[in-house]
């Protein structure tokens, strides 16, 4: 956001008459542009300059991280990406050359990573772990010494700035690896330093054992210490369920509910990566071959990144930069030795036409395997297959690009009967009528998926939102929405709701809508409340909408609002009306009568249905007055009159006159019925006239 | 004879008298006359006859206006009224003016008030459009509003006219009831008087009013009053006096789409290099009856003649042929519903809003498109350039209740409601020339590399409707080497940030040697 308002206000100060809108939809393919740059020097660095290129261009249309950075995707991965690269490319670089100026540098991409996104946790563990397996193998060296220091150091200063993060970096458990490496290495170093001192081998061995009993003792013991005091903070739940990816299953379904939080399958790795899923393992071995510190982080970054891109869907775009880098070391390696053979090849033959067959030894040095027949020709035959393979990455990366990221999401397009394009734009014709149709302090409940479009687009307060902490409050909506309409009426009064939106795909055969959601509105619900039970909503395990659905089911909130009339409908030619086209079967409950809420609008696909919560009948508030008699009484109701007819708006208030003999005219025409219908159990108040 | 409803309604001018002056005293004598004749035996007891100053009165006695006939669409929500009006001089001084009276409630819903004068016979009528400007008549009744007509030659003594008067009335039909739900139809009050108000003596008047539908709930009678088909007729009346009034109330049902923008803000852009840029932002209002109750999707679907008929989902904007590059959005992105259908005449831009509109729903819109420069921009015997651009809405039947157009050199805008005209960087003096009275005023805007700004020349009118399509222009000096100004200014900057590349790899800047 920040960079965005920069560059924002860069551009206006050059008379860029640029609209902040344009600012945000470019900003992350200017980053992504910039993830390329970095990717080349990285690969530089890491390799050569040849797979640095081929990085470069592998990144540059790598569907993984495409998927975040077109033009319009305004998400903080975007301008993330290109930190944790550029993060990862300086520190290497610090590392490589020892210098205390690309430390520095490191640090402030560091800085600007924890800024931009919680993914600087990955950060902060890769380079700790990545220190420990240089000293493990025995590569530690002074300018790791000076590059990790440095580096966390001033890292974790600037990063302390931060609000969002504060003093997690000593106090979260999820911070702990890199405090323990940073002790570690001054411990490393002051035993190279003891030892030099020291001079004799034996005296050494048993200050040694000493010292790394009591270490080792001393910080188990401090941890301990924190961990129980609740000084350091246990890891969190999204951490844990990285770790062990059934954890969220069992223990916050609101994690695991997330589409994006599920384990990757299969296809959508190839979807991503396509080849570079085969070139990684190829890249790993080049890798191995020449091992060296760049290499061995390199390595690691695509290991660990690939574990959890394995865990969790979205972190697809934490992997794809190190799977580019490998890859790209992959092809560039395998072409250059390739071309090396075709060269030195006709070098040989040149010489051969001159000098004899009898050629110079020098030139078999560069050649691995002069035996192998048809060697030329197979090299031939590699590198066409090479860039075949190359050439429909970039086919497949275009398609990719245009069928699934291009498109927005919030609008839906689908082939009609003649193949003609179908577009429902029902999200935003439904936020757009919140926006212009509904008071302004008007409060809506939805699920929280909706909730960031309903404040972006509806400009209008939402219940929970995708940045709701607080699991209890999801959880009530939740529980709202698996209730009876009574119980769900009583919640939301207390959450002063005014509307309440729902996505339905029954119309258009849309599936990924609320009623298909709703077992994880039951899980969440029932997670906190003990009163929602899954169960209640299964028929033998099975979920079901139809006539066979549970009675608990057909009668919930949730599933009324989403079939509200639509018994009445016929949705398919050949089908019985109520037919539902997302889950292929016709409802169970078509005659649904809705006391406390009513239609307001309904988009023209159906795909978002919005009801109005009506407001409590009057003779909730006789109960209120009941006792009060006289001036009290008179007080009591004009100030209720008034609140109340306020907030609803209610035309009929200013029509009281002094002489009117019934005082409480009806707030609204719902209250004004139950005179009629309610007379015996109805008592009207004692005669007062109201502003006297 | 009248219903007793009139009598509650009418309005009393009080009579005030200045009896010294011999012609003051003619004129009064002339009305006590004619109040003698009315009250000798015809039609209005509650005759209301005013008083006026010396020369007041001689200017309003001096005219008489022999027959008029008054003809009222409201098959719209635009009330269109046409007036046919011939005149009479019954004194001896020419007539140079002819003044026509609004009650005050409708001169505030007055858009506008064209006047045009029939001249020939029959076959070779021709029609002169004639001026007309509001002004004040002192002691006028209870806050009536006057605007004359200027005739274009004085109207001697005994000689007639005919005159041809259009007035354009906005938010003059009140819904009734002012809610209504998704399966009622909308009625309206339409409130006017059975006779014409006017400072003169009426001989003989007949007033129509058309109707939407056949559908009429009910409506005043004044008789004779007749209803037939969808007309409903008032009159004739014969020899009523200076400004005899008698309300009357129509309610009828009126479904068509009650589209008011509350603001319109034009904005023009002339960039010389070829193209004018048009932006449009529209708040969109239905204000027929309020929607009520619940909105029902199935109902609106399966029974479009019976659910919802008052509401509407289509808009059409009329814009200049060859246009180009037309937008259709809102602030939450692109609105897909639309077409343009385009031929050499005109171009035609079928809009429909993300959601029905029902009573007091609003929407708002920005419609953008580019013309080219050539069609609109011309150059004056003087040497000055001129924008001729058309005023107004392009939506079809709709009002604007302020609309803005600002005009920019460059950027010239204009608006119905705000009219906004930006002028091209560099541009000087813009002055406008619009057809009828608009607030004018200039402001300073900043757009791409600009470094003096823009002139904005910014039109304001309020109450505009589909008949203020007329062109207008805006005059300004430009010179055209202002154009070359910001590609000089880019390409000099390239051209030294390379410079300053190119001196900073051949110069070793180090410290160390």
Redesign the interface.
Known sequence: MVTAAIMYWGLRF????VHIREVCVLTAPFFASNTTLVAYFFGKEIWDTGAGLVAAVLIAICPGYISRSVAGSYDNEGVAIFALLLTFYLFVKAVNTGSLAWGLGSALGYFYMVSAWGGYVFIINLIPLYVLVLLITGRYSMRLYVAYNSMYVLGMLLAMQIRFVGFQHVQSGEHMAAMGVFFLMQGFYFLGWVKHLLGDKKKFEALLRIIVTCAVGVGAIALGVGTASGYISPWTGRFYSLLDPTYAKDHIPIIASVSEHQPTAWSSFMFDFHILLFLFPAGLYFCFKRLSDATIFIVMYGLTSMYFAGVMVRLILVATPAVCLISAIAVSATIKNLTTLLRTKSKVSQTGSTKGASGGKGSSKALPDQSQPFQRNGAIALLFGAFYLLSRYAIHCTWVTSEAYSS?SI?LAARGAHGNRV?F?DY??A???L???TPADAKVMSWWDYGYQIT??GNRTVIVDNNTWNNTHIATVGRAMSSYEDEAYEIMRSLDVNYVLVVFGGVTGYSSDDINKFLWMVRIGGGVFPVIKEPDYLVNGEYRVDKGAAPKMLNCLMYKLSYY?FG??VTEYGKPPGYDRARGVEIGNKDIKLEHL???????N?IVRIYKVKPPNNRCYYAILKGLKGKALKKKLHSISVTYCLKQGN?YYGECHEKSIRFLKPAN?EASLDRETDSERWAPPPQVFCKS | MLSPVLHRHCHLFLVTGRSEDSRGLGSFQDMARSISMEAAGLTLPFLILTFLTISAASSTNQIQILNAERRIDLSSHIVKVFLTLKVENVMTAPASEIVLAFPPAQADHLALVKAQAAIGKKKKKSYVHLDVNPTELPDAPNGTKYFSISLLNPLSSGETATLEVLYILTHSLEPFPA?ISQSESQLVYFRDSALILSPYHVKQQTTFLKTPSTKVESFTRVEPTKFAGRELKYGPYEDHPPYSFSPVIVHLENNSPFAVVEELLREVEISHWGNIQITEHYKLVHAGAQHK??????EYQ?RPSFSGTSSFKHLLASLPPRVHSVYYR????N???SHLRSDYRKSELEIEP??PLFG?????FVIGYGLPLEDFLFESPDGKRYLNFSFGCPLAETVVDKLTIKVGLLLLIICFHDAVVVLPEGSKDPSAAVPFPVEQRLETK??????VGRTVLVLEKKNAVPEHITPFQVYYTFKPIFMLAEPLMLASVFFLFFVACLAYLHNDLSIRK
């Open positions: 050059l008379r860029f008459a927005p609008v577009i734009d935003r014709e936020y757009y009528w926006r212009q149709n972006a687009m009339r009445e409908l009513e239609e307001a609008f309904t988009t023209s159906w035309k025409k | 809610e109750g619940v909105f029902s999707r199935v399966s809102d602030d939450i992105g609105i897909s519903s993300r959601y007091g729903w609003k929407a708002t900043y757009s791409y590399l600009d470094v």
